[in-house]
């Protein structure tokens, strides 16, 4: 693409104009090359414009206080109102439309988005696709991982990983969209044929400020942005398709624990599935729905459901114990709750009197509100419940301790508070008995823990079972 037509995609005007061929955009100066174009955009400590002069970049897109810091620049600018809302749309362009040539399925929600995402990833690679996936544990292309850093990446990169993708042969991708990705314009440019909602509970109210904003951000992906929506027919997934139309999950009939039947149409998909839990149900019922809204064979796609094991998600870990003992992600309270209650319903199955024990904390840097509450859902679920760190970011972790321990304390657990978190877990396991279920909630497949600026290696699934080998011998 020749700068001349960026410009004009971009609707910007051109200040130091050059024939400049362009063949990649991103927003990290240091990372372009020569055909590069650096987006610079507002940051919360700086323009990104005050960067460019770090870039080998050929050229620059930013707004007009970006072009107030470029004064000396002699290279060409497109000069745009606002870099974000155009920055998807020309980096689609930059890099061919990929994505209108792949089969590209979007899952928004609360909770679920990872799970969902692996579910159709393992079940249309069983099917003999080959597929992409991107989200919160990263990037796979036909099953080899790419590290990424962010839930859905900035709009430059994942125009570049779907090329990417099309180039080896990629038919079918399916990826995760959060509410910040929404927000900041990510995945602007992008041809979705599904545009997918699992379900909405309290979180990310730091940046969202209340439910119904966070809804509203939401909502954006269900506004023509794909050819067709799919949601629950309850709560606020029914008003997302009264608000914008679209298709509603089948209908959901439990036949025993994790086997069922969802009913589209005229047709019934028969499901046995791996995961633990009735949320993983519900999520497992959206992937065979959206499966069968793009023309392939739900029945088919289900089988691949038997195997489905998603890092850190309900992630059993065995070192011959005679409890059960899980990681998970879990951190806001409908997550924290639907945990517990599916551990409960796993004892209950079992026909085990077994208690349950979790430890919890709370990230730093994100929605307080929401602490008090997780402490509170564990509480009433949990028989016993450790108040630990998380991530504290650039908080203090006491103060961070204080917030959910002030709901766990509303319950009727035990509750106690281990501000290591290697201690916490250590402290669990020493707990369980025979019969028991623990569960290490909050940091799920991560690998670090982030103290003041600081990430430390840290993996929960890695630190019980160091806790559980050092009790079995």
Same mark, same amino acid.
């Given at each position: ?5 960026? !410009? ?16 990649a955009i991103g927003l990290h100066a240091q990372e372009l090359q020569s055909g590069g174009v650096f987006a610079a955009v507002p940051g919360s400590k700086a323009h990104g414009a005050s960067f460019a002069k770090d870039s080998k970049a050929s050229a620059i897109l930013t707004d007009e206080q970006g072009l107030e810091l470029l004064v000396d620049e002699h290279r060409p600018i497109v ?13 689609? !362009? ?7 040539? %792949?089969?590209?399925?979007? $899952? ?18 069983? &099917? ?17 991982? =790419? ?9 430059? #990169?994942?125009?570049?990983?779907? !090329? =990417? ?29 599904? +545009? ?22 939401? !909502?954006?992906?269900?506004?023509? &942005? ?46 046995? =599935? ?21 023309? %392939? ?16 998600? &309900? ?9 059960? +003992? ?46 008090? $509450?997780?402490? =509170? ?31 766990? #304390? ?12 290697? #201690? ?18 909050g940091k799920g497949h991560e690998t670090g823990q982030l103290v003041q600026g600081v990430m430390h290696p840290f993996d929960d699934r890695l630190e019980l079972a160091q806790a559980l080998s050092e009790v079995?011998?």
């Amino acid at each position: 693409m020749d700068l001349t037509t960026l !410009a004009k995609i971009a609707g910007g005007r051109l200040v130091n104009p050059a024939d400049i061929s362009i063949n990649a955009i991103g927003l990290h100066a240091q990372e372009l090359q020569s055909g590069g174009v650096f987006a610079a955009v507002p940051g919360s400590k700086a323009h990104g414009a005050s960067f460019a002069k770090d870039s080998k970049a050929s050229a620059i897109l930013t707004d007009e206080q970006g072009l107030e810091l470029l004064v000396d620049e002699h290279r060409p600018i497109v000069v745009v109102p606002q870099v974000r809302p155009i920055l998807g749309p020309v980096a689609a !362009a930059v890099y061919g439309d990929p994505s209108k040539h %792949l089969t590209v399925i979007g $899952i928004t929600g609360t909770s679920g988005k990872t799970t969902t995402t692996h579910m159709l990833e393992v079940g249309l690679r069983r &099917m003999g696709l080959k597929v992409g996936l991107i989200g919160t544990t990263g990037t796979k292309i036909d099953g080899e991982w =790419l590290p990424t850093s962010l839930t859905t990446p900035e709009a430059p #990169k994942l125009q570049e990983l779907f !090329a =990417l993708m099309l180039e080896r042969g990629v038919t079918h991708v399916v990826m995760e969209v959060s509410s910040h990705a929404l927000s900041l314009h990510r995945v602007d440019g992008i041809s979705f044929d599904i +545009a997918a909602f699992t379900n909405l509970s309290q979180d990310h109210l730091d940046f969202h400020h209340t439910m119904e904003e966070y809804f509203e951000a939401k !909502a954006k992906f269900f506004q023509g &942005m794909a050819a067709q929506n799919i949601a629950f027919a309850e709560d606020w997934g029914k008003r997302i398709l009264d608000e914008f139309g679209g298709l509603a999950v089948g209908k959901i009939t439990e036949r025993a624990p994790q086997e069922f039947t969802v009913s589209i149409g005229d047709r019934d998909i028969d499901v046995e =599935l791996s995961l633990p839990g009735h949320f993983n149900v519900l999520n497992a019922a959206l992937a065979v729905t959206c499966v069968a809204a793009v023309g %392939l064979d739900p029945q088919e796609f289900a089988k691949g459901l038997k195997v489905v094991g998603v890092p850190g998600r &309900m992630e059993v870990i065995d070192a011959g114990q005679e409890f059960l +003992a899980v990681v998970d992600y879990a951190h806001k309270p409908a997550a924290v709750a639907a945990v517990l209650d599916a551990l409960r319903q796993d004892l209950e199955k079992q026909q085990s009197q077994g208690r349950l024990g979790i430890v919890l904390g709370a990230g730093g840097d994100r929605d307080a509100g929401k602490r008090p $509450i997780m402490g =509170l859902e564990a509480a009433r679920r949990a028989d016993f419940v450790v108040v630990t760190d998380d991530n504290p970011r650039s908080e203090d972790p006491a103060a961070i301790r204080a917030a959910v321990l002030k709901g766990a #304390k509303q319950g009727s657990a035990k509750v106690i508070e281990i501000g290591d978190r290697a #201690k916490a877990i250590r402290a669990v396991v020493a707990w369980a008995k025979p019969g028991d279920a623990i569960v290490v909630a909050g940091k799920g497949h991560e690998t670090g823990q982030l103290v003041q600026g600081v990430m430390h290696p840290f993996d929960d699934r890695l630190e019980l079972a160091q806790a559980l080998s050092e009790v079995q011998s």
